[in-house]
């Protein structure tokens, strides 16, 4: 293709008809959010998970098949006692609404990472979710809880040696190593989303962004509006995705 044959938007343009399938976000700056306003950083929490409640809607509105979102990483644990404890409790409030909302919303959840360590209430609800879930196929909201890239890539790993010494020989190609991720069966995320001003991937996704088309702003996660997702999604309009190709 030339380069003056490309009909592209203008900067700031989303062009509707041609949207990313699958759209990725770590959900960061919350307790900055909170520090900014002489706030304790829970509330900073509560706050993000309404952004959450917007953006989710939003992607749903507008048509993106799959949302993946880093909520609780498996280096998170490390926080007081007391902010893990109501990061949980933000989740279970999210998860009851969720739940109420989804026949109207046809929203399909998933969660990536080891439910195991996860409070009893909040591990039920993710099964009642994800079982409600399986009726819908609408956009898909993948939330990453107890996530962490290389866990998720040590699993994989495991699951194909275990194949591999029953004598399946395919079992370490990409393909077959993917099925054995959590995200088996979604297409990689086309665009990866980081606010709160850091440049880093803390352990997200890392198998599944070595094509993402990663964007970083430095507004904090509650600041996050829908304009801020117009705006990221039309930066990545702008992209020539080579794939190592010319
Ligand atoms: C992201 O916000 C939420 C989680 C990691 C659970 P932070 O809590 O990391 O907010 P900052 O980075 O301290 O501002
Ligand atoms: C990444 O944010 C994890 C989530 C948003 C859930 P962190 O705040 O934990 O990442 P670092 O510590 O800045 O790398
Ligand atoms: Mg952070």
Do not use: I, M, Q
């Given at each position: 293709m030339g380069l003056f044959s490309r009909t592209k938007k203008e900067a700031?343009?989303?062009d509707f008809s041609n949207l990313p399938r699958h759209i990725a976000i770590i959900m960061d700056g919350n307790g900055r959010w909170a520090k900014k306003r002489a706030l304790p950083r829970n509330a900073g929490h509560a706050q993000g998970a309404e952004t959450f409640r917007t953006i989710a809607t939003y992607c749903k509105d507008i048509g993106i098949d799959y949302l993946t979102v880093y909520?609780?990483?498996?280096?998170?644990?490390?926080?007081?006692n007391d902010e893990v404890s109501a990061i949980m409790g933000l989740l279970e409030k999210y998860l009851y609404e969720a739940i109420d909302r989804m026949e109207r919303d046809k929203v399909k959840m998933k969660f990536f990472g080891?439910?195991?360590?996860?409070p009893p209430k909040l591990k039920a609800l993710i099964e009642r979710t994800s079982d409600i879930s399986t009726h819908y196929d609408g956009c898909q909201v993948n939330v990453c809880l107890n996530y962490g890239g290389r866990d998720e890539i040590l699993r994989a790993a495991k699951s194909c040696a275990e194949k591999l010494a029953k004598?399946?020989?395919?079992?370490?190609s990409e393909e077959a190593f993917s099925?054995?991720?959590?995200?088996?069966g979604i297409p990689d995320p086309d665009l990866l989303i980081r606010p709160g001003g850091e440049k880093r991937m803390?352990?997200?996704?890392l198998w599944q962004a070595a094509y993402t088309e990663l964007y970083y702003t430095d507004t904090l996660w509650p600041d996050f509006s829908k304009n801020d997702m117009n705006k990221a999604i039309a930066w990545y309009q702008q992209r020539d995705r080579r794939f190592g190709g010319v």
């Open positions: 700031g343009e989303v909520a609780f990483s498996t280096e998170n644990w490390k926080r007081p080891d439910p195991a360590p996860l004598g399946d020989e395919t079992a370490f099925k054995n991720l959590w995200s088996a803390s352990n997200f996704l």
